[in-house]
Structure formats: structure tokens, C-alpha cells
């Protein structure tokens, strides 16, 4: 079968996976670079590598990490007010990553209908906001 | 051109580059660097970090030989064998999950083998699962301290226990499900989505049934997965393929890409809470995409059964380890002696030894 005769795919579907995997590999290149940072400069860290991994290894829980040793958590996009410091930087590509599926799902919702598909603008929506509500926080449990 | 400089050779070569550069640097700066009082010495932290990527890029390999999803291989081994808090290994596996579905994501989608409308809808479901099973990991972790970090180790070993036997005797799946009634509610979700199957040379289109029943079973799956932070490629995959019929191949394509998108999810209560250290992640991260890209190009056509049979037997190994320090922090039974560890490790082994030659045998 020439593969001009196979059946193609909703534009949807190619164009959110390519928007997952450069985002994926953007992160990746990002949590690569992010511990060089850290160690290059021990002091711009939000929380010093050399007592973290110590107390990580310790048994600490994550509250006691972070108290020991960054003077309690800074919030969970604590990215945003350190971008130049290693974890700071680190933790962007983390939340980068972790938040992948949203970009994909929103260009997936408006191609989807382009092509008339509201049912999947609606599900790729849904899941884009629970995705946006639990990275905002504004859903969580209490805690 | 050649077809080192073509995607995807032209991202893994830069990513590789950009690793070899990154650990010689750390090397260099951790063998220089003071190490304060009470701190961890530069080069053990190069150590660490080292020793994080290399490990996740060895699971995310024989992941993909062995078809046996890298969270349930990296969270059980962290729990039973390291002193680390359950949460924060909870958390990080979750990352460990995600990401290598995440990175399957790109091809999957572009051969068409993965059904983006079917991951969707899944996931509408799943998300709700994992998220609210994330939420109770952490309010365990906060009420129930070193009873709760017991309770968790232990369940995860009965799990573990379960799936390891699951994987041998192989479950109930049917490479080709037959449909011979379609109900309404799935015919209106126009799901199916036809593909060319390389292996048969043609297109397989694929009538889809019961998708309601799907979508309780999947926020099961999404609980347990929050919860334990483990992949659940294990669940999704029957699930879709014995209520659905989704034809095996695609629904081990969309399992992939399902955690990915699903987890994307769960895995954000744990970040906010700070149980995601971005220094100890990150390594795991790394080793995860680069390990599975690399897997899925070279690795995908080696026939290596025998690796399945190793990663069972290092399932056992590692229920082992979480069930005694499980009941060790409950205080039914004191430490473990060095010998017994010893025995049990010796006894898996010899059972893998036999097993592989079985499957030698048999393949011949």
C-alpha cells in the first residue's frame, strides 16, 4: 500500500503530540542544564544542594527538607520569583513539563473545531481546565 | 543528509551533547567545591545525580524491552530499599511515569497507533482519579506519620505481589478483540480512528463498545496511579482492551499517552506541596525521556523476552523489601538480618535463571 492510500489523522492529534514531545525535550534540556547552575553557585539556590541532599537522605518529609534547609517552601511556582537561580531554573522545567498536556490540549480543542469536532473541543477543554486547576492550585483538597 | 542530523537523531545527539557537558561540568565543579559543615560533599551529590539519571535511563531502556512501565519498577525499589521519605518517592515516580509516556507521545500520535480522541476521553476520567488520589497521598502523609508511611508500604507490596503474578501468568488480553454489538452512547462518541498496521501490511479500522464502562474503571486506575505514584500502563492497557476492545497494539500506544496527559494532573498537588525537589526530579526526568527515545529507536526490535522474566523477578524482590519494612514500621517484626535478605535474593534469582531458560527452550 503506497502511503498515499493510508488513512490520515485528524490535524489534532499530529499537532498535540508534536507540541508534547518539543515541549518534553525543551524540559528535559532545561532539568539537564538546571543542576549545573546549582552547583556552580551553591548560594543562588533557593535551598543549598550540599545541606538538601543531606536532609533528603536523612528521611526528612518535604516539609522538614524545605524548612531545614530553604527556610520553609516557597510556593509551588517558586520558579517565577528565582528564574536565575539553579532550582529556581530546575523547577521551571519540572512545571514546564508538567503542564505540557495543557498547551497541547488547547491547540487541540481550536483545530478540533476547525474541523467541526465539538464533542473533542469540549473533552479537550475539560481536561485543559482540570489540568490549569490543579497546576493553579485553586483545587487542592485543603492542602 | 544524514540520518544523524534528522529528527528525532538531530534532538537525542543535542540532548546527549548537552548531558555530557552538563555531568563533566558537575564533576568538575563538585570535586572543587568546599563542603560546609553538616552538608553533603560536592562529588557525593555529583554521585547522586549521576546515579539518579543513569538508573532512570536504564529503566526507561528495559522498560521498553521488557513492556513493563518505569513507575512501577522506580517506586517500589525506592520504598523498600532507601531511606526516603514515601511522599517525596511517591511524587518523583509520578514523574518517572509521565514522562517516558510523555515522550512516547510524538510518535505514537504521528503513526496514527495511538487514538488521541480515545486518550481524551480517558483522560476525562482518569484526571479526576489521579488528582483525587494525590490529594489523599498527601493527607495520609499528613495525619498518619510513620503508621500511614507503614500502611503505604505494605499496600504497595500486596500490589506489587499481584501484578508481579499478573505479568507471569499474562492476563486475559485479546490482540484483535471482536465486537459484535455497539451501543449508542459509544457509536456517538465516534472514537475509532482506522490506522495502517505495519506488521499486516493493511489498514485496521476497529469498531469500539461499552465506553461508558471504561470511564469508572479508569478513575479507579487514576486513584490507585495518584496515590502510589505509580505508572498504570498495567491497568489502562486491559482495561481498554477487554471493556472497550480497543485492539492491544493501540491501547499500549494510548496507555502511553494517556499517563502523559493524565498525570499532568496529579502529579500538580505534589509540586505545590513541595514533595517534588527540583534537584532530586530532575535526574529522573532526564534519565526517563532520553533513556525511552533512545529505547524506542534502537532497542524497540531486540528480542529480549528474558528481560521481562528479570524485571518480574525484581518485582518480587522489591515486594520483599516493602513488606518487611512495612511490618518493620508498623512494629510487627523487627529489622530484617542481612542473610535472610540474602536467601530471598538468591531464590528469585534461580527462579529467573530457570524461567529465561524455559523461555529460551520454548523460543527455539
Redesign the interface.
Known sequence: ?SPEE??T??R???V???I???I??L???I??????I???S?ENNV????????S????????T??NKVGGG?P???FWAKNFTK??GF??F???L??????W??IV?AFLYMREK?Y??VV??L??AT??FL??S?M???G? | MSKFLRSPWLEVNVMVFVLILSFAGLALIGWGAETPPGGMSGAAIFGWLFGFFFLSFAIALVAVIGGIGGGVLFTPFMLAFTSVDSLIIRATGLIVAMFSGLISTGPFTKRGLANLRICIFCAAAYGVGAFGGAIGAIYVAKHLGATGEGVVRLALGLILLSLAVYFIVGGKKIEWPEVKHVDNFTKKLKLSQPYYEESLKKVIDYPLTRAKWVLFAIVGVGLLSGFFGLGAGWAIVPAQNMIMAVPLKVAAANSGVLLGMGDCIAVWPYLLMGAIIPLFAAPWLVGQVLGGLLGALILIRVKAGFVRFLLIGFMFFACFGLLTKGLGMLGVIGNVPMWLNGAVFLAILIWCTRAILKHRKSES
Not at chain 1, 31 to 36: A, D, E, I, S
Not at chain 1, 56 to 63: K, S, Y
Not at chain 1, 97 to 102: I, K, Y
Request: negative net charge.
Open positions: 500500500m493510508r488513512p489523522f485528524s489534532a492529534q499530529i498535540y503530540g508534536q508534547v514531545y518539543w518534553t525535550i524540559a528535559c534540556l532539568c539537564t542544564v538546571g543542576p549545573v546549582s552547583m556552580a551553591v535551598a543549598n544542594p550540599h545541606y538538601l541532599f543531606a533528603i537522605f536523612a528521611g526528612d518529609d518535604a516539609q527538607v524545605w517552601f510556593g509551588g511556582h539553579g532550582d530546575t523547577q522545567g519540572l512545571a513539563g508538567c503542564s505540557v498536556a495543557l497541547g490540549l487541540a469536532v464533542l473533542y473533552l479537550s475539560w481536561v482540570l489540568v490543579s497546576a492550585g483545587v487542592s483538597g492542602h
